[in-house]
């Protein structure tokens, strides 16, 4: 295989292996059951969970 073929094979394999950031925005009801559900996928799928909580009628005033 050539220099260029492993540089490639390398490139996509560091591509594949970056972790994601999952912006939340919910009601704050939920929070509990949303928090332990988040850090099992964070363990599960190694990608951060940022969750930010607010009143449904401010995040439905926000929707925009």
Same mark, same amino acid.
């Given at each position: 295989? @050539? #220099?260029?073929?492993?540089?490639? +094979?390398? +490139? ?5 292996? #970056? ?10 009801? %939920?929070?509990?059951? +949303?928090?332990?559900?988040? @850090? ?10 940022? %969750? ?6 401010? %995040?439905?005033?926000? #929707?925009?």
């Amino acid at each position: 295989m @050539s #220099r260029f073929g492993v540089f490639l +094979l390398c +490139l996509l394999a560091s591509a594949m292996a #970056r972790s994601a950031e999952l912006t939340v925005l919910s009601g704050g009801a %939920i929070e509990p059951g +949303l928090h332990s559900a988040a @850090s099992a996928f964070e363990k599960q799928s190694g990608h951060h969970v940022k %969750i930010t909580f607010n009143t449904t009628p401010q %995040i439905a005033a926000n #929707r925009g």
